[in-house]
């Protein structure tokens, strides 16, 4: 598996995989559950989104300015738990010193809580405002951890896997070059997510959309898992071969 992701990553991002190993790969397939999620949170839990915190705020002024079709409470539950989620994935790094097994215990992370969300979802539905608030909770504190977990890694254009809002003003301000091709690839899976988890849960409501996703962020934590590391090897990222 990991022969093949470095190769993807060759390929996509020319020049990173000597580095980064299947990282950028990795980033790319959790930029593509961030899609999937808010498509299930935007759609079915009181036009909330879990990633995208700007959309939030932004939401939360609408609501309270009177709109009826936005929840007061449903942004500021999502805001605090993205915050609980980042500000534990903070800590967690504070206690490990290679990060990149950091990551892999926080995408895992994340998949046991997206895992969580789907058993609310089969068992208590997603129309009743107790449900509505766990699955915001549970996903919110996952992309948190998501989101903290990639910008401690630090992968040039993908330090972030939910707000590309900057990335798609340097792709319209940058020359085009091996950068610009990064952050098409990076607008790409966000988009095809969103698509995707769109098109599932209009025809088979959350629970086919967070299948996928646990499924996804498995994936990633089990291809993360750096290699068994010698006594002597103190490299932050070891090498992928």
């Known amino acids: 598996m990991r022969g093949g992701l470095r190769r993807l990553s060759d390929a996509l991002f020319p020049g990173h995989a000597a580095e980064y190993g299947t990282l950028p790969t990795l980033l790319i ?17 009181n036009r909330v989104f879990v990633a995208n915190m700007t959309g939030n705020v932004v939401f939360l002024g609408f609501a309270l300015a009177g709109d009826p079709q936005l929840s007061r409470w449903a942004p500021p539950l999502a805001v605090a738990a993205f915050t609980a989620g980042a500000w534990s994935a903070g800590r967690f790094a504070g206690w490990v010193r290679d990060m990149r097994r950091g990551f892999t215990a926080l995408t895992a992370a994340h998949a046991v ?8 979802a089969q068992v208590a539905g997603h129309r009743e405002t107790a ?20 910008l401690r890694l630090g992968v040039p254009d993908l330090v972030m896997t939910t707000v590309l809002t900057t990335i798609l003003t340097r792709l319209a301000t940058d020359r085009p070059g091996r950068a610009a091709m990064r952050r098409s690839v990076t607008l790409g899976a966000l988009f ?41 090897t103190r490299a932050s990222f070891p090498d992928d071969q």
């Open 29 to 45: 397939v959790l930029t593509v559950t961030t899609g999937l999620v808010d498509a299930v949170t935007f759609l079915g839990l």
């Open 113 to 120: 809580l997206v895992a969580g969300a789907l058993a609310v």
């Open 131 to 150: 449900a509505q608030a766990a699955l915001i909770g549970l996903l919110g504190y996952g992309m948190g951890l998501q989101n903290a977990a990639a």
């Open 192 to 232: 095809t997510g969103a698509v995707t988890g769109a098109v599932l849960y209009r025809h088979a409501g959350p629970a086919p959309v967070l299948a996928a996703v646990t499924a996804l962020l498995a994936i990633v934590a089990f291809a993360s898992r750096p290699p068994a590391r010698r006594p002597e």
